[in-house]
């Protein structure tokens, strides 16, 4: 049913406003607008603006400078993360809906605090795939009544997907198609690797992982193409695809632009910023070529 399609492809860049365009964005709006090219397809824009505590509204103007300084031109509106609130809602409503959604309690302090007290004693504890440590089970496993207290104690809380219950609901191994450089073909998705992720906090109603699977369907996104960097992240869309029933994009997973020091570039990069190499007397050309274009 919900195959990858190639028929009227849509492509998409998706910056997050919370710092300065790199090469690594240059290269990853370069490779969607070759390919959208090569399939015949379009390119959108849109702004990853969910996270209001990250986000200013000069990165985001400087974005869109960037953009049009590299040549490109996008369809207009432009779709801004923060405009669509209510469809993450309703997103979240369903998984609530499927008894999927709990309430986490534990601070960022806590689970660091917890993680390293087991580590002290020699424990084993799992970290998903960029390192960070699995989020423990004591919130979802909380009586409902201890629940329906904390929460109307107003402790401030998180919303956390019930991981293995989520894959109870998933009758066949969960795959992606591939053809980028995180291999070529069909990938076995693993979002267990992720445990219980976060899908809603107070200070940004909707997470990355919610919000851009939503995105992608709202937008009829059929190849996303994007830094390897967000290579096992596509477990969880994957997964998050299957429980609300949307569409199964194709990805492209790319090379990362690396720093001098071997490590992939930050926003506060200064010196492989655009506007910094613009500044230094860059061309447009010259970064295309740069990042072999
Ligand atoms: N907004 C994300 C970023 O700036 C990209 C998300 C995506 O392409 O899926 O890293």
């Keep these: 049913m919900h195959s990858p ?23 990853s709006v370069l490779t969607n607008e070759q390919m959208a090219k090569e399939e015949g397809g379009r390119l959108l824009l849109r702004i990853e603006d969910i996270d209001q505590t990250r986000c200013r509204a000069e990165f985001e103007d400087e974005i869109f400078r960037d953009l049009a300084w590299l040549g490109l031109e996008f369809e207009t509106p432009v779709r801004r993360q923060s405009q669509h609130l209510e469809e993450y809602h309703l997103a979240l409503s369903r998984l609530e809906a499927l008894g999927l959604v709990y309430p986490a309690f534990l601070t960022r302090g806590e689970v660091k605090a917890k993680h390293a007290a087991a580590e002290a004693k020699g424990k084993a504890w799992p970290h998903d795939p960029d390192g960070a440590p699995l989020y423990p089970p004591e919130d979802r496993q909380r009586p409902a009544t201890e629940r329906a207290h904390l929460l109307k104690s107003g402790l401030r809380h998180t919303l956390r997907l019930d991981m293995q219950k989520a894959l109870s609901l998933v009758a066949k191994p969960l795959t992606f198609e591939e053809t980028g450089d995180g291999g070529k073909g069909t990938m076995t998705a693993d979002p267990a690797a992720w445990g219980d992720v976060v899908l809603s906090r107070s200070d940004a109603p909707s997470s990355y992982h919610l919000s851009v699977v939503v995105d992608d369907a709202a937008q009829g996104v059929t190849h996303v193409v994007r830094g390897l960097d967000l290579f096992h992240a596509t477990s969880v869309h994957r997964l998050l695809q299957h429980l609300l029933g949307l569409p199964e994009p194709l990805y492209h997973h790319h090379r990362l632009v690396l720093g001098p020091d071997g490590r992939k570039l930050s926003k506060s990069e200064g010196s492989t910023g655009i506007a910094a190499l613009k500044a230094s007397g860059h061309s447009p050309a010259d970064i295309r070529g740069l990042l072999g274009f």
Excluded: D, T
């Design 5 to 27: 399609s190639r028929q009227n492809p849509v492509f998409r860049f998706a910056p997050s406003p919370n710092g300065f365009l790199h090469l690594g964005h240059a290269l």
